[in-house]
């Protein structure tokens, strides 16, 4: 059974710093992967890494502030995610993918399986 849970949302001011977490087990996933959602918009994409290679992309919006990174021996996915603004408010998805390639990494038909979400709230 495959299940995807995160955590380490939280309320942090504008500025401040916090790691997400996502355990994914059930499968052994090719490519992992953090979207975003905020309210009244769609999901969007924010992170992506290959479980082999470790090659990553960004979203243009979070480029030089969050870092994707996996633990392959824990099956476990983070973002870290500094200097955090309002505009990053939004429920955080964990997603993972079997067998779709990287081409699709940043779109969320590259995804299989999704997380339950983890609320982050940036206060100006």
């Known amino acids: 059974q495959v299940q995807l849970v995160e955590s380490g949302g939280g309320l942090v001011q504008a500025g401040g710093s916090l790691r997400l977490s996502c355990v994914a087990s059930?499968?052994?996933?090719?490519?992992l992967g953090w979207f975003r959602q905020a309210p009244g918009k769609e999901r969007e994409f924010v992170a992506a890494?290959?479980?082999?290679?470790?090659?990553?992309a960004y979203a243009d919006s979070v480029k030089g502030r969050f870092t994707v990174s996996r633990d392959n021996a824990k099956n476990s996915l983070y973002l870290q995610m500094n200097s955090l603004k309002p505009e990053d408010t939004a429920v955080y998805y964990c997603s993972a993918t079997v067998y779709k390639g990287w081409g699709t990494s940043q779109t969320t038909s590259g995804y299989d399986y999704w997380g339950q979400g983890t609320q982050v709230t940036v206060s100006s």
């Open positions: 059930g499968r052994t996933f090719t490519t």
């Open positions: 890494i290959s479980r082999s290679s470790g090659n990553t």
